[in-house]
């Protein structure tokens, strides 16, 4: 069984940059493809990116197109997600999922998730 845990959240101006990492650990991180979601007060959890296991394949919300980067590190087991640009709508927890079924990536149904971190952008 995987196990994730993300780190780097936090308070930042609208404007700015925040690097989030998700370390995974229980499996072979190579074959799990990763994605970010994020869950803002009150409304539901949403996609934000996708990596696929070999990095072939990457997709992005479109809300974030252009300012955020999905990006993985096999030797360290860990994905990151490159925040730049932020906006006060990003405000949200942040969540990073695993699975290694690629048709449950693609509907956005993964097996594994983090306990979130929280990023708050003030305007």
């Known amino acids: 069984q995987v196990q994730v845990v993300e780190s780097g959240g936090g308070l930042v101006q609208a404007g700015g940059s925040l690097r989030l990492s998700c370390a995974a650990s229980?499996?072979?991180?190579?074959?799990?493809?990763m994605a970010w979601f994020r869950q803002a007060p009150g409304k539901e959890r949403d996609f934000v990116a996708g990596?696929?296991?070999?990095?072939?394949?990457?997709a992005y919300a479109d809300s974030v197109k252009g300012r955020f980067t999905i990006s993985r590190e096999s030797a360290k087991n860990t994905v990151f997600l490159q925040m730049n640009s932020l906006k006060p709508e990003d405000t949200a927890v942040y969540y990073c999922?695993?699975?290694?079924?690629?048709?449950?990536?693609?509907?956005?149904?993964?097996?594994?998730w983090g306990q979130g971190t929280q990023v708050t952008v003030s305007s």
């Open positions: 229980g499996g072979t991180f190579s074959s799990y493809h």
């Open positions: 999922a695993a699975t290694s079924s690629w048709s449950q990536a693609l509907r956005h149904e993964y097996r594994y």
């Open positions: 990596i696929s296991w070999s990095a072939a394949n990457i």
